[in-house]
């Protein structure tokens, strides 16, 4: 069985070291605290989730897919529970106001976050 393995050096590189991300943040009032290290924690935890929690999922999600039976929708085992701990790590409002829940950060560093997901497991991401 493939075990994804996410490209997390990659994905630093080209935030880091192409984009200079840091910079671009700096300028911009509402990242100005938007650092290095806080990136890659985030990187790191969505890394490890998309790893250890969203992958395996893949071939399950496959073989049982979504149902709609008596008006009600029923997931492949795992989804629900997998994106209960998405939300609990924060995950699923990287880029959300935080008037409403969400952590506010740039929308670059929830793309490179939710890339990790998608190519992980994509049905799970589009749930």
Not at 47 to 62: K, Q, S, T, Y
Request: hydrophobic share 40%; charged share 20%.
């Amino acid at each position: 069985m493939h075990q994804y393995k996410a490209p997390i050096r990659d994905i630093q590189f080209v935030l880091h070291d192409l984009l200079q991300v840091e910079k671009l943040y700096a300028s911009l009032p509402p990242y100005a605290e938007v650092n290095k290290e806080l990136i890659d924690s985030i990187l790191a935890t969505s890394a490890e989730f998309a790893e250890n929690e969203v992958a395996p999922l893949n071939r399950i999600g496959d073989e049982e897919g979504c149902k709609f039976e008596n008006g009600h929708v029923t997931t492949p085992t795992g989804f629900k529970q997998a994106y209960k701990q998405f939300v609990e790590l924060g995950l699923g409002g990287l880029a959300s106001t935080v008037k409403y829940g969400g952590q506010g950060l740039p929308h670059s560093l929830d793309i490179a976050a939710g890339e990790m997901n998608a190519t992980a497991n994509w049905s799970w991401s589009m749930y």
